[in-house]
C-alpha cells in the first residue's frame, strides 16, 4: 500500500502552471510504465476547480488519447456530473499514475511514488474545495486502509480540503446497484463545497507533513451524508462550481 502523500519529493519540481506540470508528466520516465504507455495523461480541466475528481490510472482509451476517463467508465462519471449538474469543463479529473499500468493491473507502490510530486503539484495548483477520490486505489492514497464500503459518501477533511471518497464509476459499469449508490453520492457534492467553505477549504496548506483525514468539525457523519434532494433549484447548485 502506498505511503501517505507528504509533498513534493523531486527536488526542482516548482512547475508555476498545470501546463508546465504536463509537460513534465508527458517526458517522465521516472518508472517502469514509461516504457509501456502510448501517451502520458497528466489530467484535464478547469484550471480553477471546485472539485478535483482523482481516479486510479489510465485504461487503454485513455493510453491512446492521453485524456484522462474517456471509456465507458468516463461516459458514465459525464453523466452522474450531469446530477449535479456541471459540465466536465468545470471540474479537474486526473488519476494517482499518469501511466497506464498493463493490462490495468493495480499500480505498483514505486509506481505510485514516482507520480506523487506530480498529483501534489497539481492539487498545490489547482486549489480544489473538494477531492473526489473514485475508487478503493485513490482513496487509499489519502486514507491508508480505509474501505470505500465504510466511507463513500462521507466528507472528511484532508489538509484544509474536504475528501469525498466515491465508488470507481467502473464499479457502477458492473453493478446497477453500485450504480444507485454513485448517483446519491454524486448528489451530495455540493453540500460538500458548501462544507468546504465554512472551513476555508481551497487554500492547501504549504507544509509537507501530511495530516491525517478528520471528519468535517462542527457536523455529526450522519449530517454530513444529507446532501442536496434531487429537485432542488439547479441555478443555486451551478453557483457552487
Known amino acids: 500500500m ?19 506540470v504536463a509537460a513534465r508528466v ?25 472539485i478535483m475528481f482523482i481516479g486510479e490510472g489510465p485504461g487503454s482509451n485513455e493510453d491512446q488519447q492521453g485524456l484522462p476517463f474517456v471509456g465507458r467508465a468516463g461516459q458514465l462519471l459525464d453523466s452522474l456530473l450531469r446530477l449535479i449538474p456541471v459540465e466536465r469543463s468545470d471540474v479537474y479529473i486526473t488519476n494517482i499514475v499518469k501511466c497506464r499500468p498493463p493490462d490495468n493491473r493495480d499500480p505498483y507502490p514505486e509506481e505510485t ?4 510530486p506530480f498529483l501534489e503539484r497539481q492539487i498545490d495548483l489547482l486549489r480544489p474545495r473538494v477531492i473526489a477520490t473514485l475508487g478503493r486505489h485513490s482513496l487509499n492514497y489519502f486514507l491508508p486502509g480505509a474501505r470505500i464500503g465504510d466511507v463513500h459518501g462521507r466528507p472528511t477533511r484532508w489538509r484544509d480540503i474536504i475528501l469525498f471518497p466515491l465508488y470507481h464509476p467502473a464499479a457502477g459499469l458492473r453493478s446497477s446497484t453500485l450504480r444507485q449508490t454513485l448517483e446519491e453520492d ?14 476555508g477549504a481551497g487554500a492547501v496548506t504549504t507544509d509537507t507533513t501530511a495530516r491525517a483525514a478528520t ?3 462542527g457536523a455529526p ?14 441555478d443555486r447548485q451551478r453557483r457552487l462550481f
Open 221 to 234: 457523519a450522519s449530517d454530513l451524508s444529507t446532501g442536496p434532494e434531487p429537485g432542488e433549484d439547479q
Open 186 to 199: 454524486v448528489r451530495r457534492l455540493p453540500e460538500a463545497i458548501l462544507r468546504s467553505l465554512s472551513l
Open 215 to 217: 471528519p468535517v468539525q
Open 113 to 116: 511514488a514516482a507520480c506523487r
Open 2 to 20: 502506498a505511503t501517505p502523500p507528504t509533498g513534493p519529493e523531486t527536488p526542482g519540481l516548482a512547475d508555476d502552471s498545470i501546463e508546465a
Open 26 to 50: 508527458s517526458a517522465c520516465t521516472r518508472c517502469g510504465l514509461s516504457a509501456t504507455r502510448t501517451n502520458a495523461v497528466p489530467g484535464d480541466g478547469s484550471r480553477s476547480p471546485s
